[in-house]
């Protein structure tokens, strides 16, 4: 069974940081693609990052280009999202995926989702 579980999540100041993980179990996690995603209360879930099955490309929102990273440590089975000079409008449930590829603007089959981590950024 393909498990994703994030954390990292909290409440932080603007202008803070933050790093989100995503253990990863129950599948080839080198070989997948992974993302992360997030939605705000009365949003639709949007892309936010991604990045190829053996970190050699990545793809970003332009809302968050300059201030997140995403990484992978393929021996861990983890990826993670560095988050710098978080704003206000960054605050939401934040989820990783993964997927067979990273396309422009998302995660090409998507396979699995985990339950997300709450980031809540005060301003």
């Known amino acids: 069974q393909v498990q994703l579980v994030e954390s990292g999540g909290g409440l932080v100041q603007a202008g803070g940081s933050l790093r989100l993980s995503c253990a990863a179990s129950g599948l080839t996690f080198s070989v997948y693609a992974m993302g992360w995603f997030r939605q705000a209360p009365g949003k639709e879930r949007e892309f936010v990052a991604g990045?190829?099955?053996?970190?050699?490309?990545?793809a970003y929102a332009d809302s968050v280009k300059g201030r997140f990273t995403i990484s992978r440590d393929n021996a861990k089975n983890t990826v993670y999202l560095q988050m710098n000079s978080l704003k206000h409008d960054d605050t939401s449930v934040y989820y990783c995926a993964a997927g067979l590829g990273v396309v422009p603007g998302s995660l090409r089959g998507i396979r699995s989702w985990g339950q997300g981590t709450q980031v809540t950024v005060s301003s």
């Open positions: 990045i190829t099955w053996n970190g050699g490309n990545t």
